[in-house]
Every structure is written in structure tokens, then in C-alpha cells.
């Protein structure tokens, strides 16, 4: 079967580092995405992760381990409007397969 | 540019009813997916069209139905809506597959 496992919720306060992660089992791997959405709004794409390594992209960075089946996505310096859940996400067989998402609440 | 417009944003359906999501893309984007979102649950892929003519099944395509109208539209038809089909429906596009998916804004679906 495929399953993607990440935290249900996180607290951090503003300024802090928090770290989502992220372990899969899928049949075939196309690379790690990161996607975040705000309550009420529409999923946005914030990374992939197609080979091993740390990719950086201001505040925010994702990692993949493909031996591990495992990855994360780190975020620095939160800010309020960071509050959102997010979703790691596999391709597989064609398509995107999505995480139940870890809500993140950022405290003052 | 508009990305990824859904319409309509809110739709109240009774049982046994009929409707059409709409889905329109102007980036030119070979591939579109259409996805629902429960509480707790994730996205989950109903359908997808890799690109004009074709469409595929996803996870849970029970109760759907899909048309590739031509590469800008991907339409999703509840023919016998239920309960169950209450949901948050994602219409999305990209140009790669597995990576940089733009979502629309969403249709907010009750069915009672």
C-alpha cells in the first residue's frame, strides 16, 4: 500500500525553528514536495525534493533521505502568518499522493 | 493571470441531485487533476487528465466523472450526488508531473 506519515499538529513561537516530518511507503518514487495552506485557502507549492540532500528556499528548507524514505520540511525565524498546515506529498504512479497534513500554530 | 479558476466557489446539493465543477487553467499546463478535501483526511485524487483526451482514475473516483473538454478544461460531474460527497473539491494543474502543482481556489460542496 502507499502511506505518507507526518505529525497531526505542531506549537512553536515567533522566531523559533520548527521541523515537519515526513516518512512514506509508495510504490515507486518520484520525489518529496512540500505544499502549504492557510484556513480556507488553496494549497501553494513551496518544495521539491527530487535527490538526497537540503534544499533552500529563503526561510524555509526541505530535506530527503530516499534510503531512509524520509524527509522534512524546516522553518526559521516563524512568523504569525506561518500558521497554516502543510503537507508533504510523494509522486507515484502517475500523480501526487498527499500526506493528512501537520497544522502548525505559531504563538506570539 | 488568473492560474487555476474553479467555479462555483459554493454549491449546496440535495440528495439524488446533479452538477458540474468546473476547471480552468491559462498556463498552458499539459496535466489536471481534481482532488477532494475531508477533515483530517488529506488530499485525495479523484481523477486526472495527463494531458487533451486522456483521463485516469485516482484514488477514490466513485461517484465522479471527468471530462477533458480541451487542454485549458477539466470538468468533474456528480451525477447521483450523496452525503458522503460533502467535501472540499481542488481542481490543479501543472506542467511536470509530481512536481509545482497550482491549485484553484476550491469548491465548497454540501450535500444534504
Known amino acids: 500500500g502507499q502511506s505518507l506519515e507526518q505529525p497531526s499538529e505542531v506549537t512553536a513561537v515567533e522566531g523559533a525553528i520548527v521541523q515537519i516530518n515526513c516518512t512514506y511507503q509508495?510504490?515507486?518514487?518520484?520525489?518529496l514536495s512540500w505544499y502549504q495552506q492557510h484556513d480556507g485557502g488553496a494549497p501553494t507549492f513551496l518544495s521539491y525534493n527530487a535527490l538526497d540532500g537540503l534544499e533552500e528556499t529563503g526561510r524555509f528548507s526541505s530535506f530527503l533521505s530516499r534510503s531512509d524514505s524520509y524527509g522534512y520540511l524546516l522553518l526559521q525565524e516563524l512568523q504569525m502568518k506561518d500558521s497554516a498546515s502543510y503537507f508533504c506529498a510523494v509522486g507515484s504512479q502517475g500523480n501526487l499522493i498527499f500526506g493528512k497534513g501537520t497544522k502548525l500554530s505559531v504563538k506570539p | 493571470n488568473a492560474g487555476v479558476t474553479q467555479t462555483p466557489k459554493f454549491q449546496v446539493l440535495k440528495t439524488g441531485q446533479s452538477m458540474t465543477l468546473q476547471c480552468a487553467q491559462d498556463?498552458?499546463?499539459?496535466?489536471m487533476y481534481w482532488y477532494r478535501q475531508d477533515p483530517g483526511m488529506g488530499l485525495r485524487l479523484i481523477y486526472y487528465?495527463?494531458?487533451?483526451?486522456?483521463?485516469d482514475k485516482g484514488e477514490v473516483p466513485n461517484g465522479y466523472n471527468v471530462s477533458r473538454l480541451n487542454k485549458r478544461e477539466f470538468s468533474l460531474r456528480l451525477e447521483s450526488a450523496a452525503p458522503s460527497q460533502t467535501s472540499v473539491y481542488f481542481c490543479?494543474?501543472?506542467?511536470?508531473?509530481?512536481?509545482?502543482?497550482?491549485f484553484g481556489s476550491g469548491t465548497r460542496l454540501t450535500v444534504v
Open positions: 498556463m498552458n499546463h499539459n496535466s
Open positions: 487528465s495527463a494531458s487533451e483526451g486522456t483521463t
Open positions: 490543479a494543474s501543472s506542467d511536470r508531473d509530481y512536481y509545482g502543482y497550482t
Open positions: 509508495t510504490s515507486g518514487f518520484y520525489g
